[in-house]
C-alpha cells in the first residue's frame, strides 16, 4: 500500500467538510505517506481544502492524474450512501484503483468486480480482516514492549491523531516506537493492521493481541495503539473493550472534547465526567494488567487559546491527571508525562 | 429448524464429557426441540449418557436412524479440531444432514460442500450472521417488553440454562415470555437468533438490538435474552459488553460459581468478588436504562445440598440481591423475585 507514484484522489463526496465522517480523508491527508492531488466533493467544487483542489467529478480530477480513489469517509454502519455507487463506478472506468475502509467490501460487489477486471484495475478493502483470526493465546502479556492505548469519551474525537503525534514525537526522539493501527484510518496511513471493528466478535481481543505482537516485532519498545470507540459509547463498547482486553495496555491516554456531555449522533446517552471515565477505564483494564490513565488529551479545536489553556487545566484539577492537547500546543510535553510514568 | 422427524446423532468426540466444550451437546439434550438418538464419542462407545446411547463411528449411529449430525462441541476460537474433518465427511457420506455452530462454516468448506452436493444433503451453520446487520438505531429503548439478561463471572457457568429455566417457568405461569437466544446453542435450541459472537464486530450491538426487537414481535412482554462471555474474561468481553449495550436489559440475573476466583483456561485472570461483580454490571448498563442486578443465579452442581444452600447465603448476605440455584431448586422463587423487581 505504500508503493512509490501512488497519487490519490480522495473521494468526499457530501462528507469533505463533516468533522465526524470526513475523519478518514483528514487523517490521510495529514499523516498518509502518498500525496493527495484531489478531494472530489460535488458541493464544493472548484474550492480548495488545506491547499488541495476540490472537484466536482471523478473526470474534473483526472488533470491532476491520480492513480487511486480513496474513499475518504467512514459512514455510520460502514455502507456505502447510494449516490456512491456511481462514483465508485467512475473511479474504476477511469482507470483508478479504488481502497476502502467501509464494511461493506467493494472487492466483494460484483458488479464493481467485473468492472475493475475490465479495466484492470485493483480493489482493496482496508477492512477486511486477515485469515486465521482466533481468541487471545496470552501473547499480549508477553510483548516485550510498552504498551499505551488511546481511549475516549467518544468516537471521531482525536484517538487515531493523538496516538500518531505521540509515536512521531518518539520517533522524532529516536525512541524505538511504531505506531499501531486498529482502523480503516490508521491502516491506509501506516500501511499494515487490522480494523477490529471489522473482524468476527469473537476475534476482537485476539485482533488486537496479534496487532501489538506484530507492533513489537516491527521493532516497538513503544507502542502507541489507536483506539476506538469508547466504552461507554452505545453503538460500540463492545468493539473498545475487547481492544481494551486484547491490547493490554500498561497505559491509557484518554481522549475527550472540553464541554460534550452527550454522545455525538446518540440524544440521551450521557458522557460521564472526566474523573469517571478515568476510573472506569483505570477498572476495566485487564486485572492480571493493571492500566493507569498517564494523560488526558483534550481536542480543544472548537476553542480560542485562552479557552483551550484553561479547559487543559480544569481537566488536570478535576483529573489530577497531566492534560494537554497534543496537536494544538506539540505532543512533547504529554511524551514526557507518559514516558515518567510507564 | 424445528421440521418433523428430525432425529439428531450429537458429534461429541473427544468432549461429550467436558463440561465447557461439551456444553452445546447438554443444551440441546436438555432443551432442544427434536430427539436426541445417539452421540458419538468413540472413547465411550456403548455406554450411555443420561439414557442416550454413545457410539464409536457414524456407521455405529446409523441403527439408530438418525437425520442430522450437530456438531456438539464448543471449541476455544471456534475451530474444528483436525480429527473432525473426518467425522463430518462420514456424516455426510451416511446421508445426515449436518448442523454446526462452530466459527469456522461447514457451508463455506468446498471439500464438505462438494461432498454433500453428491449426497444430497445439508450443511447449516448456526453461527452464520443475517445478512443487513447494522449498528443500534434506538429501537431498543422502545422495545414494548420487559428485557431481561443474563450475565455472569465466566463463560460456560450456565447464563443460557438460567434464561431457558426462567422463560420455561414464565410460560407455565402464562406469562407472554420470550427466550432470546444469541449463542449456537440457544439457537439450536429455539430455532432463532443471532450468534452475536460471530457478526462483524462493529454491529455487535445491532445484532443484539435487532434480537430484542424479534423477541416482542415474537410476542414477549418477558425477554429473557442469553448472556454471552463475561465482563472481566479477557477473551471474549468485548461480546458481553456489546450485548448488555445493545439488548438494553432493565434487568440483570448475575451468574456465578460459587468458590471460582480465577477465569477457567486463563491462569492468572482473577475473577472480581461478587459483590463487584454486581456494581460493575450495574455501572456499565446504559446511562439511558440503568439496569439492576436482580438476582444472583449459582450454579451449585459442584456442590452438596447442605453447601449449595449455604452457598446461596452466603451469596444473598454478601450482595444483598436475592440468590439461588434456579436449576437445581427450581426456578419459580427466582422467577418471583425478578417480577418484583421490574
Partial sequence: MTAKHRRLLILGEGFSHDPHYGKTMRGIIRYGPDPVVAILDSARAGETHEGIPVVGTVADALRFDPTVAVVGVATQGGRFPPAWRELLKSSIAEGLDVESGLHEFVSEDSELVALASRHGVELRDLRRPPIGLSVPTGANLEVDAK????????????????????????????????????GQT?????????????VVADFLAGAAERLVVEGAERGGKLLFVEGQGSLVHPLYSGVTLGLVHGSAPHAFVLCHVPGSTEIEGCPGHPIPPLPDLVELHERMSLPA???KVVAIALNTSGLDDDAAR??????????????DDPVRFGSGPMLDSILARL
Fill in 186 to 198: 490508521g491502516i491506509a496511513i501506516a500501511g499494515w493492521g487490522i480494523a477490529v471493528d471489522a
Fill in 147 to 182: 504498551i499505551v492505548l488511546t481511549v475516549g469519551s467518544d468516537c471521531a474525537i482525536g484517538k487515531k491523531t493523538v496516538a500518531v503525534e505521540l509515536d512521531l514525537e518518539a520517533r522524532r526522539r529516536g525512541l524505538e516506537s511504531v505506531f499501531v493501527p486498529t
Fill in 310 to 323: 484553561e479547559a487543559i487545566a480544569a481537566a488536570e484539577a478535576e483529573t489530577g491527571r497531566p492534560a
Fill in 289 to 291: 494488567r493493571r492500566a
